[in-house]
């Protein structure tokens, strides 16, 4: 029974709502022995750190992490980790107005009809900001990735925002860290820049949209068979990510117009044992990683806390008009990069221990 | 660790193989009281059985489903149910010729990497014979949740196959059972008949399809915050049928293209409570259910056991070509309408249960 | 959430009632590649088997189990494995009796409680036949620890039965293969027979008894902090054990008598490591195995199934005097002793594979 | 997976190493609605407060909880509750005599062999100070509890130290609170103050405990069959508790040398329904509660860190002889009362939401 925690060996629960003292991730399960000290998970945060670029929420949060329990002398000891990061600015006064109306299309009316009672503040535990602890234990697993296979590397990026997409041809890995928008196309950042100036100041709105993560050098057989498919587990680990409406992996949805001759990847035999000639199955087949890239990608809708007054309903069961004041980003898809990647390295890690756990490392030898 | 159960409270262990004596479910936390008995169950088998109509499978499998515990006198005990199906049909001769190859796209390559070792007969654990379980399951957790909410009722069609789409505004449900697509418009139903007629006998090839499931009078409040949403469990349940590559909730992938203003489900106060003037959120808000229509697609691959040879390598590292002969359905989608139905169902009794665990059935009230 | 399931990584579910055709074990997370077929299993069955001795009950059951999953060419595949075992002398109506009253000190009148209904015939699902999958299950378990460690030795036996105590200074492991109660000590023998006669054919009643059971060879590590205890495990996995009242480790209660001068299990280096002088910890510190002789005991009550008349109720609220008919074990904790042993193995083989998952088999080491 | 997690609904997830900047509790699945602050919490803690009497370590720890999420206007939000507790006297310089060498007895040696490193600063993660989170999260589960059944209640007490009893016939519950000893019986204060000052002082030892926990106005149909057995989770529940050995439910371990026809409790009808004659099972039938008090009792070893030098190894595997000093207590059994306690709450509480998510508080009548 988990509501808060995800994985299964490697075991995050987050913890905290918007506005009270400090949020956080309690991470059990970790190998002992890996190098881990706050810098390896800082920067992490940074990436996704509200206030940090004028794309995003102007909130102020310097999201510094502490690692209360878990480690000596710099090494995880195999025991529970702590991680927590203190709210220092809540500026709870911005959400008086809609502590007893509910935006259309957010949490507030579900969490009241769920809990009888919620934390308006800030969206209490339904906000992004839940995503911050996420990003920490990214930076647990991270390290105990990099430990256990040097070679494996995550990237996150945006592919789409609101109607706008990237061109894959101009593909730049290493453009992703110089722009605001994580997107690996330089082509478009000036475009998209005045497209959401446009959506946030002209229009009073937001819009969504689509970030791919990749992991380069997964090794072969992570995953099992039906509910322990990787797969299965990597569409939990997207859909529970704030405002994320939709996950695929490899050809994804578009996988339902491909025929079984288009869809095959094909194999032959290279110097390094076998090549796919394609990646249709974005590195999983049957659930079970293949060697190849694993690819997902998914859907965030645009925010629901916007200035354009929409119809809705308060707890006295009146009509009303919401606008929603306060310091939100027209897009959150953007702050979802970090957090898309954070989710990839638990489940991955989640999965490296679940395999050796259960198989010891035993790999069919091809050839 | 769950390598193949699904749920929390509502528990589901599926085990068997293709070829093996029998398969099943185990189903364990089922509430007690609950009237059932084979002639529950059967009829959903039936709608996903082998050799039912020309356009799936011709292996002939009566699928008929014991339940050896968990019931007396008619009514569930709260005891573990122990559903078999026994396989009847087992012509693993069929199957020879890929006992060294690798299907490109299929699980046979990881299975082997994973395990050292598959059941290469009809694709051992990895074969769609396995959601005849799920579907024996699902008949279960129909049961309890008839008699807990009367007016709950899922419904599962096809919405696309291939490059071909349903019409909207034909839609019919009482369509859905008349032909062999499961497809809610009787307008595209004598093309798409001839469409995967082309596919298979022509191309030698299988073809992809979506399929929507939508659950109504489902209650506010199931579901849970961060890895408890209803959201991310229904995700995982559809990814982990086979072939899916996509999932989606309300707008899906769509979502990313509105704007905010475009994406609010307003409210109204009308005889009832609260009324939406829409249902872009697919009847889920931060993870817990509104009470509007649950909605879900997912996308299903075509199959990799095709006719039309495929470049691929064997056990021993050599180059080969496969072909796959044996029974297998051009469009394996038709047949994951009821399983992901039975997927719908099983996800939300389980939430009945943790809902009604941790609140106890408290719900906010409004107005 | 684990109603009917032990177990985290190798998970056991057991299932099946008294009375119904059948009775089982569904086993996940057995490591691949393990050889077993069904004569690996049956020779544990066959020491719990009802019907085998003149000392239990006289209920014939040849408790023939199959396995219907999870292997191929003789060797475990990774999936889940179903044991089976069909239920053939269900003779029922011997316990028409206590259809409405519950025996003193039964399950009766809990399961009644709770569900609403029970399976009274033979006591259902709280029936000692359940622990028949336990047998099953261990007997998968010792499959795979014989094949990881080939050292590991897991032996049961009574050292309690009534008033009568085994005397340890005649402890003979051979001889408790040779008689019918599982004793390390042939001297208790005759005078044990003597008793149990006594018990049942002139007392018309029962008696408890105390199995210890031993694993050695078991590999230091095993266990982690807190509530993934080695030694919390195994006292949830004897506890839950039908009849168990009491669980020990190493002194067990006996511990509370003693200083910690007499307790501390003192340490000197030996050709092979360390070497310990006592072993009042039973082999376990801080919940972790130290690679000394694991030892538990487990108390099992008298059954509560007694040809002596005792003051009840019925499902009427009224009150009655209860015998209980039909074919019941005086001492239970005969038959405990295989069960103990399969509880064992399945725990220990569940930490290793837990350990290894977490640790990758990281040892420290010591010089 | 949980290695540091009990509870399956009401989940308790507890972190930090005695030497820590702080130690804590992630409560997951608590119900919404129940009032709470740190003043339900403190009164627990201060009852195992480290310093409090001369009997137990003299080290100095307010032991202040925080609450840091999951409540909102002094109710639980139904959100992680997450409880802190700050270490403020770490005198670690009085441990390090131990640093390389493994006390006898003590999880030092095994935390070395499976981790490959230890935090050795008062044992770590292995510290008693570990249990103080356990009793924060008991007060939360007390607060529910409370609420859900306001006239159920938990007591704990000694009933044995060392080679001393108390008198049963003078059971004082009133005095359990006006001692040092958490004893009933007024009796034995003196005699057993002299007994403990005579072992530390003069024997340089420490000693053993038996502690007993009782739990009034439990509702019957708490538990389930199998491994999901009350008895089964108290009893894991208990021996995760540090230096415990030993755990018995109701007659416990002397059940062995009962007859069935003593260990019957017998029914009779009374005003309220059934009246239970005797109390022999605890409280507990085939796992599940019975209406009658549930009665735990467990065995507390003595600490392995004395004053009496005793033999052991080091990490350079040398022979060495090994003094515990530092600020242990005589008898680690005194303040496992309140942990005691507070796992009674923790596994009642999680079982009235298991059982009312499967059952929805269905309950058999009789009459």
Redesign the interface.
Known sequence: ??????G??F?V?????SH?????A?V??????ITLSEADIQPWLDLRRPGLNKLTTQRQEPDQV?I???T??G?T??????L?IENTDQRSRDYGNIAQA?R????????????????HRGG???SAR?TAARVAAGGVARAALGALFPGLRITGYMV????KHIDRTRFDREEIARNNFFVPDAGVVAEWEAYLHH?RTE????????IEVVAEGVP??L???????L??????????I?A??????????????????????????GAN??EF?SN???G????????QPVVV?F????????L?P????N?????VEVITKGRHDPCV?IRAVPVGEAMMACVLLDHV????????G??????
Not at 1 to 6: A, C, I, R, V
Not at 252 to 264: E, I, P, R
Not at 284 to 291: D, F, K, Q, T, Y
Request: proline share 5%; net charge neutral.
């Open positions: 029974m988990s509501f808060n925690t995800f299964q060996m075991r629960t987050t913890w905290g709502e009270g003292p400090a949020l956080g309690t059990d399960g970790c190998p002992p022995g502490r209360l329990s878990g000596f002398e090494r000891a195999g025991t529970p980790i702590q927590m509910f259309p299309g957010h949490a507030d009316l579900t969490y009241h009809q769920k809990y009888g009672l919620r934390d209490g535990r339904s839940e789409q925002m609101g109607t959506i229009e009073n709105s937001s819009v969504g949209a689509v072969p057989g995953g099992a068979p039906v509910y322990g498919k797969d299965a587990d990597l569409a939990a680990a997207m859909m529970s704030n994320v409406k939709g996950v695929e992996i490899g050809e994804g949805m578009g996988a339902a117009a491909l025929t079984g001759v288009q869809n095959a990847d094909e194999m032959r035999v044992g076998i000639l249709h199955a974005g999983i087949l049957g659930g079970i990683s293949s060697g990608r859907a965030v809708k645009p925010t629901s806390s916007i354009t929409r119809r809705s309903v707890t006295a069961g009146e009509e898809g221990l679940r395999d050796r756990g259960q198989t010891g035993l790999r069919g030898l091809i050839g």
